[in-house]
T-cell receptor, first 113, second 115 residues
Framework: DQQVKQNSPSLSVQEGRISILNCDYT??????FLWYKKYPAEGPTFLIS?????DKNEDGRFTVFLNKSAKHLSLHIVPSQPGDSAVYFC????????????FGTGTRLKVLA | ETGVTQTPRHLVMGMTNKKSLKCEQH?????MYWYKQSAKKPLELMFV???????ENNSVPSRFSPECPNSSHLFLHLHTLQPEDSALYLC??????????????FGPGTRLTVT
């Protein structure tokens, strides 16, 4: 059973608008969460992370929100740019080791110019 | 070279072949990882090395054999693979396991096709 789920396989957003990517998890032992971005023919690139002691972390245009009670995190990109078009993976870890990432299946974001 | 590099980028091998994947990191990290990404599936952690010592084998079949001669290099030796082993194999590194910052940095991957 998948412990980290990204239920939207794809998302299209107009340039300049907000992109919201969602991720749900089932394991209450997870205490560290990350978002990665992946372009074709490249490896995943780290974007932003959040520890379970926080509910929000911001880095430039990227903000991650964590709702522990709902076991839900989201990545907001504002404003969205065409260069943000990529596959976004969320990952979670904790309990048995912070380095043991459990990844979601990814959401393909397309930002339309 | 910067970051994490992987060679070859593409590999086609028969089921009776023996081949090796190579990963090198130029980040001064001490932990290295092998992941597998099959079509429509999430990345799966295969092996973890910390300061050259294997700390994790995630129930990987013995036809995959990792080697970590030093903290900068990681190999994945392949032999008698099956067609279902066709996947993207990604290498990653981090400062050390369970040491902040926890982020792992990935290479571009090797696309493996087993015929």
């Amino acid at each position: 059973d998948q412990q980290v789920k990204q239920n939207s396989p794809s998302l299209s957003v107009q340039e300049g608008r907000i992109s919201i990517l969602n991720c749900d998890y089932t394991n209450s032992m997870f205490d560290y969460f990350l978002w990665y971005k992946k372009y074709p023919a490249e490896g995943p690139t780290f974007l932003i992370s959040i520890s379970s002691i926080k509910d929000k972390n911001e880095d430039g245009r990227f903000t991650v929100f964590l709702n522990k009670s709902a076991k839900h995190l989201s990545l907001h990109i504002v404003p969205s740019q065409p260069g943000d078009s990529a596959v976004y993976f969320c990952a979670a870890s904790g309990g048995s080791g912070t380095y043991k990432y459990i990844f979601g299946t990814g959401t393909r974001l397309k930002v339309l110019a | 070279e910067t970051g994490v590099t992987q060679t070859p980028r593409h590999l086609v091998m028969g089921m009776t072949n023996k081949k090796s994947l190579k990963c090198e990191q130029h980040l001064g990290h001490n932990a290295m990882y092998w992941y597998k990404q099959s079509a429509k599936k999430p990345l799966e952690l295969m092996f973890v090395y910390n300061f050259k010592e294997q700390t994790e084998n995630n129930s990987v079949p013995s036809r995959f054999s990792p080697e970590c001669p030093n903290s900068s290099h990681l190999f994945l030796h392949l032999h008698t693979l099956q067609p279902e082993d066709s996947a993207l194999y990604l290498c990653a590194s981090s400062r050390a396991i369970d040491v902040n910052p926890y982020e792992q940095y990935f290479g571009p991957g090797t696309r493996l096709t087993v015929t």
